[in-house]
């Protein structure tokens, strides 16, 4: 079976500082991953996919990933913070013995300071 | 503009009473998905749709039904059957392997 763990369930930073969201993976087979990022009683937006091509991948609103097969994480960094990235974000894995459907991890909400 | 319709935003729901989530999509995916979220977890997959007048069991499927009439329409009903329904309810949807899902905006239900 395949799983997501998100390290951290809550994370602080100052506005202008940079963001690190963990999160490490198994799974039997080669997976798809995704960030997922979810404003207060939204839906879940896409920031970001791995799908075995570069293992540093860019999403929107200048955040990032990287896929390490060796530590079988992809963590979620962005240099600086904006207030408006406060929201809650969720690493997700798809494929293996799952098949199409994703396993989503707890989550990690962000929180900006001014 | 392409996208999901979730309808409707807030719901109330007396216990006993069934109650159905709306969920339409215009993307012609195929795949149709609903996922419950709970504070402070992640989403739990309720049910899925691979293709029209098919559906399957997700991992909590106890207390819900679904149906795939059309391939652009997903309800899921919420019946009385489902011991502790307050929630907030999430539909997505998908073209395929390798891409991610498309969510709508969510109905919170919550049962007085």
């Known amino acids: 079976a395949q799983s997501v763990t998100q390290l951290d369930s809550h994370v602080s930073v100052s506005e202008g500082t940079p963001v690190l969201l963990r999160c490490n993976y198994s799974?039997?087979?080669?997976?798809?991953l995704f960030w997922y990022v979810q404003h207060p009683n939204k839906g879940l937006q896409l920031l970001l996919k791995?799908?075995?091509?570069?293992?540093l991948v860019k999403g929107i609103n200048g955040f990032e990933a990287e896929f390490k097969k060796s530590e079988t994480s992809f963590h979620l960094t962005k240099p600086s913070a904006h207030m408006s990235d406060a929201a809650e974000y969720f690493c997700?894995?798809?494929?293996?013995?799952?098949?199409?459907?994703?396993?989503f991890g707890g989550g990690t909400r962000l929180m900006v300071k001014p | 503009d392409g996208g999901i319709t979730q309808s409707p935003k807030y719901l109330f729901r007396k216990e006993g009473q069934n109650v159905t989530l709306s969920c339409e999509q215009n993307?012609?995916?195929?795949?149709m998905y609903w996922y419950r979220q709970d504070p402070g977890q992640g989403l739990r997959l309720i049910y899925y749709?691979?293709?029209?007048?098919?559906?399957q069991k997700g991992d909590i499927a106890e207390g819900y039904s679904v149906s795939r009439e059309k391939k652009e329409s997903f309800p899921l009903t919420v019946t009385s059957a489902q011991k502790n329904p307050t929630a907030f309810y999430l539909c997505?949807?998908?073209?395929?392997?390798?891409?991610?899902?498309?969510f709508g905006s969510g109905t919170r239900l919550t049962v007085v």
């Open positions: 997700v894995v798809r494929g293996g013995n799952a098949g199409n459907m994703l396993t």
């Open positions: 997505a949807s998908s073209i395929g392997q390798d891409y991610g899902y498309t």
């Open positions: 993307l012609n995916h195929d795949a």
């Open positions: 791995y799908t075995s091509a570069a293992t």
């Open positions: 799974s039997s087979y080669s997976p798809s």
């Open positions: 749709s691979q293709i029209v007048n098919d559906f």
